[in-house]
């Protein structure tokens, strides 16, 4: 069940497919408080309550005890006192002994989650704006719950099979030939690969939808001769627009009118990769139309995947800005600098970048009205992923292009996936990582995945290849890095052999995985969930932290701690694991039900499957198009017969069956079986 209870003028955001009418009266459960423009929604809470959910969001599984900001920011340097990340998702569930009721704000402005955080005892969210609808959704489980707000949301968005595959990207590559020597160490060395990132680099000037002609003297060429190769090229497109008179963007997009205005009417401009900017008013129909239909000269030269960066938007700085920072730091010329004023002083010129006085310099129109961009900001990144999705539907309705973005809001899951923004080099990015993936997949992000290895830091081999490892599982599997830090590429590496083993258990697991995901798309599922999901009654399962559920029957628990050559599961039922090395070389381990210190050396990881739940392995390859996805080894611990839906389509029509595309697998226990009792493997053909 969903009641909606609307708080001044709700603005549009594009985030619910649905319209409900509003209720009248307050919001059951919550202490509701009207303050100026504000609005908070007061709880308490029982010392068992846990809160799941918010998306990509820093902390744990559980979001119990922090106190959160929505408010899309460009902050790479994340740690656990981050407030903000690069996404904005307003949904939260209440789970305990006594409640279970989900909470969506559809608000686009900054929302303040205190979670525990002033009164452990006591939720207190509150919207700044004061204008937004509340969505109360009430069901009898977890997974009902999810489905419900999924279902008022919209369908998450469907990727094409090859982006399943291994990516490489990284900040610095910037001709052909350096990323045909990238393909061709991948290639030579049988380390599996489908795409190659191309960040700034590729650009003239690093500005939008050009490529440099003597780096790139024939892009349709090269894509083309790559994707004989079965790779495929990604370029990165940023959101801002060089305000360079004579350049055609931008005379075009002016005589248009696409780009965000001041109060008076000018332009707003600020500084990023380019120089001097103006920013397309996405939160325009018609702005969108104009931006997406820039793409057409790269889709024309082959590309089939994009991913958009920078678009909180970022702002290195603006004119005023700076001269206020400069003001602010005349003003304490001359004077004698004590301990308050140094850092005053400092703070002058470290706040210029996304600053939030820049955010109130400019507006959005919306219908007739002008609205200042602070009250919207949430919503601008989602609405550049909606501009590029649907020039892509424009030019190729047939075929489902990978799309994939850094800032985003609920509502954007329909049109594109995300990568958890740019993150270090950090054992801590690691675990967070791992953290992050149930909540995006409850607001809809199920194509999601960090950038494996860190991109900003001098990762290690051991650090990487754990990354790898939790990358196995996850549907964007990219490794990517920083310009001026360690070059990251597997084959760099001593240890490479490893790594590249690592990444032919993706490729086995490819068909399963994809399988699992589409599964889960196509009915408002989940492909990650907390461990609370399946086993709301066991008291241990719901705070378990570090192991994730995975599709219809499987979990993982990867290794999250330097040096380490092992770890403890908890184990909710019994299982069988799978202790991978390679695609073709892993134990089979029946466990049952309880705590366990499982071995795992620097290149074994897990994956558990529940009893009598089955998991499908191909021969693995070196890229997803050349996988026989139809002769599968068929693995698990059964002792009745077991029953595995396998979905499997073409891998790029944009609107699959899922009835159509499914085929039914069947295992009985007396299949042929390995010594260990009760491990059944079956070879089949689909």
Same mark, same amino acid.
């Given at each position: 069940m969903i009641r909606r209870y609307s708080f001044g003028t709700p603005l549009p955001t594009d985030a619910?497919?649905?319209?409900?009418?509003? /209720?009248k009266g307050d919001v059951p459960y919550f202490t509701t408080l009207r303050e100026n423009e504000r609005v908070s929604f007061t709880l308490s809470l029982s010392p068992e309550d846990i809160l799941f959910g918010l998306g990509e969001s820093v902390r744990g599984v559980n979001k119990r005890g922090f106190r959160f900001r929505s408010w899309n920011s460009d902050i790479p340097s994340h740690t656990e006192n981050t407030e903000s990340l690069y996404a904005s998702h307003n949904f939260l569930v209440f789970f305990g002994p006594s409640r279970l009721f989900g909470i969506y704000l559809d608000d686009p402005g900054a929302v303040i989650w205190d979670l525990g955080y002033t009164r452990s005892d006591t939720a207190v969210i509150t919207s700044e704006n004061g204008n937004f609808d509340f969505y109360l959704i009430e069901e009898d489980s977890l997974s009902g719950l999810v489905r419900t707000f999924r279902g008022l949301t919209g369908q998450s968005y469907l990727p094409p099979r090859w982006a399943f595959g291994y990516i490489q990207s990284r900040w610095g590559y910037a001709s052909e030939d350096e990323i045909r020597t990238v393909a061709e160490e991948h290639r030579s060395r049988h %380390?599996?690969?489908?795409?190659?990132?191309? #960040? %700034?680099?590729?650009?003239? +000037?690093?500005?939008? &939808?050009?490529?440099?002609?003597e780096a790139f003297p024939d892009l349709k060429r090269f894509s083309t001769e790559l994707k004989q190769? @079965?790779?495929r090229l990604v370029p990165i497109i940023d959101a801002g627009i060089p305000a360079e008179e004579g350049f055609a963007q931008y005379e075009e997009g002016k005589a248009e009118g696409v780009f965000c205005k001041k109060e008076d009417g000018s332009e707003f401009v600020a500084s990023v990769w380019p120089g001097w900017c103006v920013f397309p008013d996405f939160l325009q129909e018609k702005a969108r139309t104009w931006f997406g239909d820039q793409y057409r000269p790269l889709l024309e030269a082959g590309i089939e995947g994009f991913w958009n960066d920078m678009n909180e938007p970022a702002l290195f700085f603006t004119e005023e800005g700076v001269s206020e920072a400069f003001a602010r730091a005349e003003s304490l010329r001359g004077s004698h600098v004590d301990y308050e004023s140094m850092w005053q002083l400092k703070g002058s010129f470290n706040g210029i970048g996304n600053n939030m006085?820049?955010?109130?310099? &400019? &507006? @959005?129109? %919306?219908? #007739?009205? !002008?609205? *200042? @961009?602070?009250?919207?900001?949430?919503? $601008? +990144?989602?609405?550049?992923? *909606?501009? !590029?999705?649907d020039a892509f539907r424009r030019y190729d309705p047939d075929r489902r292009f990978l799309l994939f973005s850094r800032s985003s809001f609920i509502g954007a899951h329909r049109n594109g996936g995300v990568w958890q923004g740019d993150n270090f080099s950090w054992w801590s990015h690691l675990k967070m990582a791992l953290q992050m993936l149930p909540g995006l997949n409850m607001c809809g992000f199920l194509y999601s995945g960090c950038d494996l290895g860190g991109f900003g830091s001098n990762v290690t081999e051991d650090l990487l290849t754990r990354f790898l490892q939790l990358g196995v599982f996850t549907p964007l599997m990219r490794n990517h890095s920083a310009l001026h830090t360690r070059e990251q590429e597997i084959y760099r590496f001593s240890t490479w052999e490893m790594m590249r083993d690592t990444v032919t258990v993706r490729y086995a697991l490819l068909p399963f995985l994809y399988s699992e995901f589409m599964?889960?798309?196509?009915?408002? +599922?989940? $492909?990650? *969930?907390?461990?609370?999901?399946?086993?709301? /009654? #066991?008291t241990r399962a719901v705070r378990v932290e570090d192991q994730l559920m995975l599709g219809e029957g499987c979990m993982i628990a990867p290794v999250l701690e330097q040096n380490a050559v092992g770890r403890y599961v908890y184990l909710p039922e019994d299982m069988l694991m799978i202790r991978f090395r390679s695609a073709s070389d892993y134990d089979l381990v029946p466990l049952d039900k309880g705590d366990h210190r499982i071995d795992l050396k620097l290149n074994e990881f897990p994956l558990f499957v529940k009893k009598n739940h089955l998991v499908a392995l191909c021969a693995g390859g070196e890229s997803s198009e050349t996988l026989d996805d139809r002769a599968l080894t068929v693995i698990g611990r059964i002792d009745r017969e077991t029953v595995y839906d396998y979905y499997r389509d073409d891998g790029? !029509?944009? *609107?699959?069956?899922?009835?159509?595309h499914l085929f039914r697998i069947s295992i009985k226990p007396e299949t042929v079986c390995t010594s260990t009792a009760g491990v059944a493997i079956s070879k089949l053909l689909i």
């Open positions: 619910v497919v649905c319209a409900l009418p509003a /209720e %380390i599996p690969l489908d795409a190659v990132c191309m #960040d %700034i680099d590729y650009m003239v +000037g690093f500005k939008n &939808f050009t490529w440099k002609p190769d @079965h790779l006085n820049d955010y109130r310099r &400019f &507006f @959005h129109r %919306i219908g #007739d009205a !002008s609205v *200042r @961009h602070d009250k919207v900001h949430n919503l $601008y +990144g989602a609405h550049m992923t *909606r501009a !590029s999705a599964k889960a798309a196509l009915t408002d +599922g989940m $492909y990650f *969930r907390p461990l609370a999901f399946d086993y709301p /009654e #066991d790029f !029509s944009p *609107r699959p069956d899922l009835q159509q």
